[in-house]
């Protein structure tokens, strides 16, 4: 009831009750969303380092846009992987933030260690779903002072501390929060930030938080544990696994270089399953189409540091390894290409010397540093280094170690194309895992399996990798030897050896190195049980490297034996085909001769069973030079299996009691009477040529009449022997006919 009063009159009414309708008040949050184009990328970096380069490949792969503060000035800041520093970072960052447009969101980041996993629009995303202003990486580990651990605020789940190698924010925060800088640059940014965000007022007023998920930012130093490589629909993420995010940036704080480095040879494209690598085809030196007067010079390091099989076999190889030549050259070795052979072993000087006589004048210098000089390993390697960086026309140093089995001629090419600092070809020791690199390094600097290590190994996986040791062959830029690695010794640190103490000085310096499968280059030879009593010492090395004794001492066309028919029955269950090369021929032949210890020719033989012999030839036996164990192993891997194709059903295990070098000369023994062979099936391979070496000879089977009387030098007859083939040497009539024969049974 209203009661309403006037002085004249006074009256009194009621009122129907109002109603009220509800009153509805609508808040309307706009979330506007950024735009790439508000997004601005800071970082700083003084000098290009290959770091650096990954960074900015990375930021262009998903078109980033990147301002470099400090380019060019000198690093004051500090080594603060060690120590605290860095302080320069933020002088540079306070003065770029004084101009900038207030609408802007920066991301400021560190470049030498880190790389994009994702882009722009994700990590604005991500950046407006915090709903802060400011938003700094977290880690696990407090640096650089402990004593503030009880300050920062807790967290219920996630990392706790702040890390300053990466933040975002917008500008006029980002203002707010260097405002009070006053630092010096060698002062540390990782205090100053730390000093800010433990502060709850300036914490709340600036409106800073971490990333403590890892959603944007994932910092490797305390968390390498987390963090698996995530490969899907034809890119590469790293994936944190105790939060299940999968982060924008990736960085490798700390001591965490390498692991970045092994996570920057997938992240973010740069090799994935579906496109292979991808990030090999990038910043590529072509050499094809350049002019002969553009050809590039380089220095060839060969290191001999112990006894090495197969050494003479390593200089033909290398005379046709390299860039293709100028028309008045015969090598395939650029003109000009200067040389350092560092020949550690008196036991291969002859071989040295043997490829000077032949091809020294082909290069424009060769340097020849011998036992005699007394230099060690380090200081020869040093002195190549120095002789390339002295020459202004030295481009890149080839470095390889005389062990080294390189097969593709092409090998110079592709590794200048790859346009790399340090690169190696891949070479692997054959049957075993065992290669040129690591692909990872333990706690105290040794080798370390690296999850891809047996698929880059098996070739699996091709591409270029970024490895942090390589060994006995590998090729630096003249440019970085001049530059980061012009330290007069780089071959020592430490009580590590000599590699890798280089090695490790090239990561302490930036550089990174990388190894190359995408091509087959070749092997390493094994020099463990390497004998050097023989005069060709390369016939025993058929177990221990098996492949290049095949490659040295089996005939050319033996693999071709079944495909191309070449066994000939030049009589009746006589079969004849090519087993031995010349260069075999010849060993066995001059091993022989330099043993000197020729039978008589007598009945009586002591080195036989029994001491008698009934059909003696003047011979030196296989046993006599220890050579039994590796001539069955010929007969069992070459002979055995012709046997078995051309007497089916008969399986060998190429056992004999005789095998033996016969030789022939009309004033000695020039040649033998019929007989039976005391064997299953006897092998007789001509070590030399007819009408070159000597006239007349051949062998004659009586029951059929039949005679071969032209062996092929290397080819071996094969026949049955108690039995059916009576048989008997022909009269040599001038020179030396030498066969190997052996009497195999079963």
Same mark, same amino acid.
């Given at each position: !009831? ?78 603060? !992987? ?44 991500? @950046?407006? #779903? ?11 580990? +407090? ?43 060698? %002062? ?68 965490? *270089? ?25 910043? /590529? ?24 099989? @197969? ?17 008045? #050259? ?8 200067? &040389? ?41 390697? &040093? ?6 960086? #002295? ?10 170690? +005389? ?33 040129? @690199?690591?692909? =990872? ?14 698929? +880059? ?17 590998? $090729? ?36 990174? $190195?990388?190894?190359?499968? !995408?091509?087959? @280059? ?63 021929? %010849? ?40 050579? #039994? *164990?590796?001539?069955?192993? +010929?007969?069992? %891997? ?7 194709? !051309? ?38 391979? =001509? /070590? ?51 066969? =190997? ?6």
């Amino acid at each position: !009831m209203d009661i309403y009063t006037n002085e004249h009159n006074v009256s009194c009414h009621l009122t129907m009750p109002k109603l009220h309708r509800p009153t509805l008040t609508l808040v309307i949050y706009l979330n506007i969303v950024l735009s790439s184009d508000n997004l601005l990328v800071l970082t700083v970096a003084t000098k290009e380092t290959d770091g650096f380069r990954r960074f900015m490949r990375s930021a262009r792969h998903f078109n980033y846009t990147v301002k470099v503060l400090g380019n060019g000035d000198t690093w004051n800041g500090g080594d603060y !992987m060690t120590a605290p520093g860095g302080g320069q970072k933020v002088n540079l960052l306070k003065a770029a933030l004084q101009n900038m447009e207030e609408d802007k969101v920066v991301l400021f980041i560190d470049s030498y260690d880190v790389v994009f996993a994702s882009g722009p629009k994700e990590l604005l995303k991500k @950046f407006q #779903q915090t709903n802060h202003k400011v938003v700094f990486s977290a880690e696990t580990l +407090i640096w650089p002072d402990r004593h503030l651990e009880d300050k920062y605020p807790h967290v219920r789940e996630g990392k706790r501390f702040l890390g300053s190698g990466g933040f975002i924010g917008y500008v006029p925060n980002l203002k707010e929060m260097v405002s009070d800088w006053s630092g010096k640059d060698n %002062d540390s940014d990782q205090l100053f930030f730390t000093k800010i965000y433990i502060n709850p007022e300036k914490r709340k007023s600036i409106n800073i938080t971490l990333d403590n998920k890892c959603r944007m930012f994932q910092n490797l130093y305390g968390s390498l544990d987390e963090v698996v490589l995530k490969f899907e629909d034809g890119r590469v993420r790293a994936r944190n696994v105790l939060y299940d995010t999968l982060p924008v940036i990736v960085h490798g704080n700390g001591p965490t *270089k390498l692991q970045i480095n092994y996570l920057g040879n997938y992240i973010p494209k740069v090799w994935t399953f579906e496109t292979g690598c991808s990030g090999c085809l990038e910043d /590529l030196r072509p050499l094809s189409g350049l002019k002969e007067s553009e050809y590039h010079w380089w220095f060839i390091g060969i290191f001999i540091q112990q006894p090495t099989p @197969f050494v003479s076999v390593f200089f033909e190889r290398l005379h046709k390894t390299g860039i293709p030549p100028k028309p008045t #050259q015969t090598l395939h070795l650029q003109p000009g290409e200067r &040389n350092k052979l560092y020949n550690g072993e008196q036991h291969h000087e002859g071989q040295v010397n043997s490829f000077l006589k032949d091809h020294g004048t082909d290069y424009l210098d060769v340097k020849v540093i011998g036992p005699e000089e007394n230099i060690d390993r380090e200081t020869s390697r &040093n002195l190549g280094f120095e002789m390339c960086r #002295q020459d202004k026309d030295c481009e890149y140093f080839f470095s390889v170690d +005389i062990e080294v089995v390189l097969k593709n001629k092409d090998t110079l090419k592709i590794l200048i194309e790859q346009n790399e600092p340090v690169i190696a070809p891949m070479i692997t020791r054959e049957g075993r895992l065992w290669t040129n @690199f690591w692909g =990872a390094l333990s706690a105290d600097g040794y080798y370390a399996r690296s999850e891809d290590y047996v698929d +880059i190994v098996q070739r699996r996986r091709v591409g270029v990798w970024n490895v942090p040791y390589l060994t006995k062959v590998y $090729m630096v830029k003249a440019s970085v030897l001049r530059e980061e690695l012009s330290a007069n010794d780089l071959f020592s640190f430490g009580n590590m050896d000599m590699d890798m103490a280089f090695c490790h000085n090239v990561r302490n310096k930036g550089v990174f $190195m990388y190894v190359t499968n !995408m091509h087959t @280059f070749g092997r390493l030879l094994s020099t463990e049980n390497y004998q050097m009593t023989h005069l060709h010492n390369d016939l025993w090395q058929i177990f221990e490297n098996p492949m290049d004794w095949e490659e040295r001492y089996i005939h050319e066309n033996y693999t071709k034996i079944m495909r191309d028919k070449l066994i000939e029955t030049p009589c009746p269950d006589v079969y004849w085909f090519p087993i031995l090369s010349v260069t075999g021929c %010849d060993h066995i032949v001059e091993e022989m001769e330099n043993f000197g210890q020729w039978s008589g020719g007598g009945n009586t033989d002591t080195r036989i069973q029994g001491g008698y012999e009934n059909v003696p030839t003047i011979d030196i036996h296989m046993t006599q030079i220890n050579y #039994q *164990k590796e001539w069955h192993k +010929i007969l069992l %891997d070459y002979v055995a299996p012709i046997t078995e194709k !051309m007497y089916p059903g008969y399986y060998t295990k190429a056992q004999f009691e005789l095998a033996f070098v016969v030789r022939y000369k009309p004033d000695e023994q020039p040649l033998l009477r019929p007989h039976h062979d005391a064997s299953t099936f006897t092998v007789n391979i =001509a /070590l030399n040529q007819k009408q070159i070496d000597y006239q007349g000879g051949g062998c004659r089977f009586l029951r059929y009449n039949c005679s071969v009387e032209a062996p092929r030098k290397g080819w071996a007859l094969m026949h049955p022997g108690r039995l059916t083939h009576y048989h008997e040497g022909l009269r040599v009539t001038a020179g030396t006919r030498y066969i =190997a024969v052996s009497f195999v049974d079963p």
